[in-house]
């Protein structure tokens, strides 16, 4: 089945650590987007990337970085610079044209130890 | 600025009283309204879109519907199944320079009880 697979489920980060959350998709789909949901907030775009090799800061990208050489995967690293990275991070992907759905995977829940 | 605020945040109905949830919102330009279903730790699951006021669509036992400032997820008869949470997105035309990026509102967390 075609879908959007976010690993790990549960993460932990120490002080200074940097971690990588892996988002990958099979839906043939151009357009990758990172969020971030805190409880009582709305989800807040981190990063998206519409082409292989190209990407973009969202509204929240100071403390993260991406990749994207694969149309699959979009990595997202949670660096040390990042104060406050408890969270839970979702992936999602569309197609590119105007008003396709985005899809999501099932998250990572990101703590800190 | 572009703006999704969704209402009540928290909804509690019995088993088979019908209901509907809020969303108003500001874009400079609708391109589409979407609707999602959350469920406790898992990601958003995609109900409908609306792309003009007007427009409605069906799937099962919810009903979305749009006008130029708002749009309602009617919900009939619910079933405990039915509880999650329900967020609701649009797409702008100018937003980020992007044609993907969309703007979440907090959502409405619904329980529908037995």
């Known amino acids: 089945d075609g879908g959007i697979t976010q690993s790990p489920k549960y993460l932990f980060r120490k002080e200074g650590q940097n971690v990588t959350l892996s988002c990958e998709q099979n839906l043939n789909h151009d357009a990758m987007y990172w969020y971030r949901q805190d409880p009582g907030q709305g989800l807040r775009l981190i990063y998206y990337?519409?082409?292989?090799?190209?990407?973009q800061k969202g509204d929240i990208a100071e403390g993260y970085s991406v990749s994207r050489e694969k149309k699959e995967s979009f990595p997202l690293t949670v660096t040390s610079a990042q104060k406050n990275p408890t969270a839970f991070y979702l992936c999602a992907s569309s197609y590119v044209a105007v008003n396709q759905p985005q899809h999501f995977g099932d998250g990572t829940r990101l703590s800190i130890l | 600025e572009d703006q999704v605020t969704q209402s009540p945040e928290a909804l509690r109905l019995q088993e088979g009283e019908s209901s509907s949830l809020n969303c108003s919102y500001t874009v400079s330009g609708l391109r589409g309204l979407f609707w999602y279903r959350q469920d406790p730790g898992k990601g958003p699951e995609f109900l409908f879109t609306l792309y003009s006021a007007g427009e409605e669509k069906e799937k099962e036992r919810l009903k979305a519907t749009l006008t130029k400032k708002e749009s309602f997820l009617h919900i009939t008869a619910p079933k405990p199944e039915d509880s999650a949470t329900y967020l609701c997105?649009?797409?702008?035309?100018?937003?980020?320079?992007?044609?993907?990026?969309?703007?979440f509102g907090k959502g409405t967390k619904l329980s529908v009880k037995p």
């Open positions: 990337s519409q082409i292989v090799n190209d990407f």
């Open positions: 997105a649009v797409q702008g035309k100018n937003y980020g320079g992007s044609q993907g990026n969309l703007i």
